[in-house]
Structures are given as structure tokens and as C-alpha cells.
T-cell receptor
Framework: DAKTTQPTSMDCAEGRAANLPCNHS???????VYWYRQIHSQGPQYIIH???NNETNEMASLIITEDRKSSTLILPHATLRDTAVYYC??????????????FGDGTTLTVKP | GAVVSQHPSRVICKSGTSVKIECRSL??????MFWYRQFPKKSLMLMAT?????????EQGVEKDKFLINHASLTLSTLTVTSAHPEDSSFYIC?????????????FGPGTRLLVL
């Protein structure tokens, strides 16, 4: 699985958009970008994933650059409950890779009032 | 997405005893489940892949005789920490992978916090 690089920490004001970057310059053509978050003392929560097109769901938007070497997770209106560690993971989507997600250190997002 | 539960949510035990942690997939039949371990202020580390009806696959450096995994049904996998020691104190998390036309998404349980005295 491709290695990812994320900033260690970020702050965001409540109500503003939180933009979390991720670099994955060695991503291969069949690898997806997945985002998870982990609120303190809880299991990770799936947020969104994509291959090359931008994706949006009820939680967030995922913007993937055209060369696929980086992506940005956008929380449009951050709330205090969005404070968590956000993990960007790149891996193949085939059955044999299911679950073999390599978690890096992630980005600790702190949403401030 | 899949709903995954774990039991117990936290457990305290004496050194030398064994502890069993259950992971249940409540709304999805999971042929494969995964077990992770997370130490304080660290990221998740995959321990093993639990396969229904067959032996688990362990990651390098994880002792299979110490961390016994049983996946007897499509909805239940158990992790038993045998002869637990204080260094086994950690946050243990299981996950289920689901497929959506070839795209596997993981759903995680809430975790079990183990403290070995």
C-alpha cells in the first residue's frame, strides 16, 4: 500500500470549513484513497473514499488532484464533535486487501469555539 | 455501513490470567474480520486477520500462541489474550470489511480497553 503524509496537527474554528491535506505521491492506479477518523477512546469511523473523482457524502467531501498524488478532506462546517485524529489511507480495494489498512500517525484536528 | 460491537468495552485483569474479547458483526456476515492494537498516543497496528472457519493470519511479530483468534461463525470473532502481562495493556479494536462492487470499506468496533495489573 502507498505511504501517505499528513500534517501532525491542525486547528479549525467552529463553523468554518476544515481542510485536511494528504500526500500520497506513490499511489498506484488501482489504489483508492480512504479517510477515517478516530475520536478519543473510540474505534475509527469511516468517512469517505475515492479513486480519482471528487466525492461527497453527508459527512465530508474528498478532493483528489488530477495526478492523484494528493487529496484533501473537507469538513464543510466543523463542529466541536469533529475534534479527532483523521487518517488518510491508500490501498487497493480488492478483497484480499480488505482490512489491511496501514494506519499512519494521522492529523489531530482540534475544532475550537 | 456495517455495525460492529465489541465486548467487553473495558477489562481489568491480573497478570497471568487470560482475557477473551468478542467482536460481533451485527448486520453483516463477515467472512473476514481484523484485529488491531493501539497503544496510548500511537496509531493502530494490525495484529491479525480472522478468517471464518480457518486459521487466522498473523502479522509479523505477533505471537499466535499468545493471541488466540477464533472465528467460528460469520458474525463472531474472538481474541483471547493468554497469560496476560502488563505490557499487553492496550486498546484492542476489531473491524469488518465489506465489499461494494470490489471496493472494500472497513467498519470498526468501539474497541476494548485492557488493563493488566
Amino acid at each position: 500500500d502507498a505511504k501517505t503524509t499528513q500534517p501532525t496537527s491542525m486547528d479549525c474554528a467552529e463553523g468554518r470549513a476544515a481542510n485536511l491535506p494528504c500526500n500520497h505521491s506513490t499511489i498506484s492506479g488501482n489504489e483508492y484513497v480512504y479517510w477515517y477518523r478516530q475520536i478519543h477512546s473510540q474505534g475509527p469511523q469511516y468517512i469517505i473514499h475515492g479513486l480519482k473523482n471528487n466525492e461527497t457524502n453527508e459527512m465530508a467531501s474528498l478532493i483528489i488532484t488530477e495526478d492523484r498524488k494528493s487529496s484533501t478532506l473537507i469538513l464543510p462546517h466543523a463542529t466541536l464533535r469533529d475534534t479527532a485524529v483523521y487518517y488518510c489511507i491508500v490501498r487497493g480495494a480488492h478483497n484480499t486487501n480488505a482490512g489491511k489498512s496501514t494506519f499512519g500517525d494521522g492529523t489531530t484536528l482540534t475544532v475550537k469555539p | 455501513g456495517a455495525v460492529v460491537s465489541q465486548h467487553p468495552s473495558r477489562v481489568i485483569c491480573k497478570s497471568g490470567t487470560s482475557v477473551k474479547i468478542e467482536c460481533r458483526s451485527l448486520d453483516f456476515q463477515a467472512t473476514t474480520m481484523f484485529w488491531y492494537r493501539q497503544f496510548p498516543k500511537k496509531s493502530l497496528m494490525l495484529m491479525a486477520t480472522s478468517n471464518e472457519g480457518s486459521k487466522a493470519t498473523y502479522e509479523q511479530g505477533v505471537e499466535k500462541d499468545k493471541f488466540l483468534i477464533n472465528h467460528a461463525s460469520l458474525t463472531l470473532s474472538t481474541l483471547t489474550v493468554t497469560s496476560a502481562h502488563p505490557e499487553d495493556s492496550s486498546f484492542y479494536i476489531c473491524s469488518v470489511g465489506t465489499s461494494g462492487i470490489g471496493q472494500e470499506t472497513q467498519y470498526f468496533g468501539p474497541g476494548t480497553r485492557l488493563l493488566v495489573l
